[in-house]
């Protein structure tokens, strides 16, 4: 389905992403893993459109997206939930919502998409018209990801769903993502809760400092001597 | 105290002209973060425009507003495709400013050249209508300034808050990038904010040439007052703006009577002062601003 071929992303001068190639195959849930600064968001970006590549492409239904900005990469069923969420705090609920549905393909199926994310995440209907900035952590982070659902994706890419959240909101979220793929979305996500996010996806990627270093499935990753090191013992505790 | 009224009421009616040039600076600030200094200079030339329509044409000033308005939207979209679209997208927001008073300098001295330096104003037959209530003198034209001024600030409150690209606005003085990873398309909304600001310039161009006499030269301080009045009001609400421009013009219509004349600028900057130090976010306004230091 999506497919990222030897991508590079320099910020100015500074190199955030090397020759960094993956694929994510229709209807699975793949995860992208790694320290801070590792480039994961700075891909999820470039993916979305939100960044310009210096080198590479990045191919979706055997589609070239390069010359594409993000409104048409959300046209054809790619959908970002940003890192820290990025609400509109103000505006209600529903209007962010509505804002998820923005562009016409979307709009077709607003009242079907609407009616999907109310039954993903219940409490977002009865705080329908309440301000978002109002919600508690685990609330927004429902209402960032039924936002992309609005957009009737086909691919969502999630950075950082746990960032803030407790253990326990941690797992709700993820059983949630874990329900949204069911329901046929396919999923790219970048996780710094490495074994939740090893356990849930069928394929994951390691990257360090632009580079994609290790891949595997998520169990293959989760028995790699190497990531239970440097990731998953670290934070073992978490768990 | 029937004098304190009308002092009061007196600067209500000034202050309704402060409210819409706010309100248009409010939605153009709201979404780019641009200080549009020009906003005054687009009021007096939509004011000639108005003047030439009624003395070549002989268009009432109020039917006036069917023309002026679409026209200050065309020129707003105008505008930002041309001065704008590129610099919003800069980091640095200085560039949209110096943009701002460049394009404000340009036309001020176009207009000199076009309308000369002579005083203008629209003498219509209802001019000099006063309706007398209780002692208190409140001239027709201003009170319809003040009826036109609520009228816009309702149209504008409407466009946020029912249609979709005023949501999207709104969404966008938020956050434009979040906007964009909707689909949305930021220039899009930029560029209808934008307009409608500039066409909110057009009605207060319809006020400024009824109530007042105007030249060339007069755009500077009604963006002043105007920015004045939307620290008051707080950004990105319409009401706040208008209501800031009421309170600026009373505030001055009271310093002009307990102080004279001379001393209505002293209180207006004055007070532009003190909120700026110690209420940033203005009278009204909800979010309180980050702090960086």
């Known amino acids: ?239 | 105290m029937t004098v304190l009224m009308q002092v009061v009421i007196n600067g209500i009616l000034l202050g309704s002209m402060y409210g819409i040039a706010a309100a248009g600076l409010s939605l153009i600030f709201g979404t780019m973060r641009i200080i549009f200094l020009a906003q005054g200079t687009m009021i007096v030339f939509f004011a000639f425009v108005v003047y030439w329509l009624f003395v070549k044409l002989h268009i009432d000033p109020y039917l006036c507003l069917l023309i002026v308005v679409p026209l200050a939207f065309l020129v707003g979209l105008g505008l930002f495709y041309s001065l704008f679209r590129k610099a919003v997208a800069l980091e640095d927001r200085n560039v949209t400013l110096l943009l701002a008073v460049g394009l404000m300098y340009l036309v001020d001295n176009a207009m000199l050249k076009v309308w000369s330096a002579t005083p203008r104003s629209v003498t219509i037959s209802y001019s000099n209508a006063v309706i007398v209530a209780g002692g208190i003198r409140v001239p027709w034209l201003r009170l319809a300034l003040l009826g036109l001024a609520f009228a816009s600030a309702l149209v504008v409150f409407l466009f946020l808050k029912r249609t979709r690209i005023g949501t999207a606005v709104r969404a966008a003085s938020e956050d434009l990038e979040a906007t964009k990873i909707q689909g949305i398309s930021a220039i899009w909304v930029c560029a209808i904010s934008f307009a409608v600001g500039i066409g909110l310039a057009g009605v207060a161009g319809v006020g400024l040439a009824t109530v007042f006499s105007f030249d060339y030269q007069f755009g500077f301080v009604w963006a002043i007052k105007a920015l004045v009045a939307l620290s008051l009001g707080g950004i990105g609400n319409v009401f706040g703006a208008l209501a800031g421009g009421l309170i600026l013009g009373i505030i001055e219509n009271l310093a002009a009577y307990y102080w004279g004349i001379a001393w209505i600028d002293v209180a207006s900057y004055g007070i532009f002062m003190l909120v700026l130090i110690f209420l940033p976010q203005g009278l009204f306004g909800r979010r309180a601003l980050v702090k960086k230091v």
């Not at chain 1, 500074?14 to 190639?21: E, K, R, Y």
């Not at chain 1, 509505?98 to 077709?108: E, F, K, Q």
Request: proline letters at 3%; hydrophobic letters at 45%.
């Open chain 1, 1 to 239: 389905m999506l497919e990222v071929k030897e991508l590079s992303v320099s910020y100015g001068d500074v190199v955030a992403l090397m020759d960094v190639s993956l694929e994510v195959e229709e209807g699975s849930i793949v995860a992208l893993v790694g320290s801070n600064g590792a480039g994961k968001s700075t891909l999820l970006k470039a993916i979305a459109g939100l960044l310009r590549p210096s080198q590479g492409q990045v191919l979706f239904m055997g589609e070239d997206l390069g010359h594409l900005n993000t409104k048409h990469r959300v046209d054809r069923g790619i959908v970002l939930v940003p890192e820290g969420r990025r609400l509109f705090q103000g505006l209600t609920v529903l209007d962010n919502l509505r804002l998820g549905a923005y562009i016409p393909r979307a709009r077709a199926s607003y009242d079907e998409s609407l009616e999907r994310v109310f039954g993903l995440f219940p409490v977002l209907k009865e705080r329908a018209n309440g301000r978002a900035g109002l919600l508690s952590g685990g609330e927004q982070q429902m209402l960032a990801i039924g936002r992309a659902v609005m957009a009737h994706p086909r691919l969502v890419l999630i950075d950082e769903a746990s960032l803030g959240l407790s253990p326990i909101l941690t797992r709700t979220i993820f059983a949630l993502i874990v329900a949204l793929n069911q329901q046929g979305t396919t999923v790219l996500m970048v996780e710094q809760n490495i074994h939740m996010a090893l356990k849930i996806s069928s394929k994951a990627y390691v990257m360090k400092t632009g580079h994609i270093v290790l891949s595997g499935t998520g169990e293959e990753l989760l028995a790699n001597d190497d990531v239970r090191k440097a990731y998953v013992g670290e934070r073992g505790s978490k768990l």
